[in-house]
């Protein structure tokens, strides 16, 4: 019987993909895969040819008679086809380093993944030792893929050097940025990847206990990845003695309660030690007391998932591509006010109108684009005066922004950007911990401020104090909340001034 694959992503499943995999039972072996991340075509379904696969998409439950009368068994002609996905130009144009698998392969099957060089890696990585697996990091090139885009191989190395008898290695899976779900994706389509990735971690630094802290609001990621474990550990590539090595290493997926706060390192240790989610002070680093006062990796599922390939291939072939020190690849995904909504994984040094405009095809609604947020609900808003700008750590720092975990929310010219700055100041008082002053009223503060500019209230000392307040919050905040909020609130106030003159115009008039 043919084979016809059908995503089973959460955005996929939201656009009706379970019923499109009923109505093909019976007429087609159907196996469900993740996404290729192509989301404005989901459900994206494939048929398996002489000629390789051929995708058609969006589909429908009630397109299946006409495409199964039309051929679709044989990847014959339809308005839906879409040919082979590989040659589709949003995937052409990739490099898929980390996300190589997702959409192709069934997410729960070991055999496929050991059939597209799952595996690889980790086996290479006993050979090499803990030593040495370090060193093969470090010269990748490899940094974290959630925030500042620290090094991995120092943080490893970090650890590793540490003394204590316990490590542990934590990924930090608490997506909660604003247009971002490459965690979500590679958890539901390719979770092999991150427990191969948290495995290599554990043999570099001596740990033999692992922890994912996912976000409650990814059931399906997170029944997959406990399936995926359940797999790997029954195959013994967790457990005891992985892969016959003599390591012993194991991993348990904890599921947070919602606070975006526990993305940062320390409030989700201090959540996974069963206390409230606050931020801890530094020093102590948690590569030298985090989890349970022991030396403990945390990295994020894209840094940890990045690893197999770096150790399959070598360090060579990572940081072979890329832009400056920001070296491999970065999953960017496009959300927003944006024609080709999706996952593009490419080597950082693209520039934010190609990835717009080119890749994304610019908005939806067809209007001009006027603004665009990178980095989540922390990052800046670029106006297209700066989409010169190179996607890559330094550039991005350069003129006061942040990559953070690669979300570019698209904005058409109907933003107001006052409206959006005062959203960040809300948004972190709603999130705050609550430890620090600058965070937990500086925000509230920063919301009533806003609030008196937008109704016209003496605008110029508001627009003054709230700098001033921005000024204060970044440099007094405890942790990247506090912090980091300043960046959308003054990238609109440098970028876009007239929004927060909006009543002052309308009296001139």
């Known amino acids: 019987m043919t084979r016809v694959f059908v995503p089973r992503d959460a955005a996929a499943l939201a656009l009706g993909a379970d019923a499109v995999a009923a109505s093909l039972a019976g007429h087609a072996a159907v196996t469900r895969t993740g996404s290729r991340g192509l989301l404005w075509l989901e459900p994206m379904i494939e048929v398996e040819t002489p000629q390789g696969r051929i995708a058609y998409g969006p589909v429908s439950a009630r397109d299946v008679p006409e495409l199964l009368s039309a051929g679709l068994l044989d990847g014959a002609p339809h308005r839906l086809r879409l040919g082979k996905p590989e040659d589709h130009p949003f995937l052409s144009r990739q490099t898929r380093f980390t996300f190589a698998r997702c959409g192709i392969t069934d997410p729960l099957s070991l055999e496929d993944y050991q059939g597209h060089n799952g595996l690889k890696g980790l086996r290479r990585a006993l050979e090499l030792g803990p030593a040495r697996i370090v060193e093969e990091v470090t010269k990748s090139g490899l940094r974290g893929r959630g925030g500042a885009g620290f090094p991995t191989g120092i943080k490893w190395k970090t650890t590793a050097d540490a003394a204590g008898e316990q490590k542990y290695i934590v990924c930090n899976a608490d997506e909660g940025d604003s247009g971002t779900y490459a965690d979500r994706m590679l958890m539901e389509g390719d979770p092999f990847a991150l427990i191969e990735g948290m495995t290599i971690a554990a043999i570099a630094v001596g740990a033999t206990k692992g922890f994912v802290y996912t976000r409650s609001e990814y059931p399906h990621a997170i029944a997959t990845f406990n399936a995926a474990l359940a797999i790997a550990r029954r195959e013994g590539v967790l457990g005891g003695n992985v892969l016959g090595s003599g390591h012993a290493f194991d991993i348990e997926q904890r599921v947070g309660a919602g606070a975006y706060v526990c993305g940062e390192e320390t409030s989700l240790l201090d959540s996974l030690e069963g206390k409230r989610g606050q931020v801890r002070a530094k020093p102590p680093l948690p590569a030298h007391r985090g989890l349970f006062s022991r030396p403990t990796v945390v990295n994020n599922v894209i840094t940890l998932a990045s690893v197999p390939f770096v150790l399959a291939e070598g360090a060579e072939a990572y940081q072979g591509i890329g832009y400056g020190r920001s070296r491999g690849t970065m999953p960017i995904q496009l959300a927003g006010n944006v024609r080709y909504a999706g996952l593009f994984e490419a080597g950082f040094g693209l520039t934010l109108d190609e990835i717009v405009n080119d890749i994304g095809g610019g908005t939806r609604s067809g209007r001009p684009v006027r603004a665009v947020q990178v980095g989540g609900p922390l990052g800046a808003y670029f106006p297209p005066s700066l989409f010169d700008t190179p996607f890559d750590y330094e550039a991005f720092a350069a003129k006061d922004g942040l990559i ?106």
């Open 404 to 509: 953070g975990h690669g979300g570019v929310v698209v904005f058409d010219d109907t933003v107001d950007l006052a409206t959006q700055a005062r959203f960040a100041m809300e948004f972190c008082s709603v999130e705050s911990c609550g430890k620090c002053t600058p965070c937990r009223i500086g925000s509230v503060r920063g919301m009533e401020v806003i609030d008196r500019i937008m109704a016209g209230d003496r605008v110029d000392m508001h627009l003054e104090l709230l700098t001033d307040l921005c000024h204060t919050m970044k440099f007094g905040s405890l942790c990247a909340l506090g912090g980091f909020i300043p960046y959308p609130v003054m990238s609109a106030l440098t970028h876009f001034p007239e929004d927060f003159r909006a009543l002052q115009k309308v009296a001139a008039e």
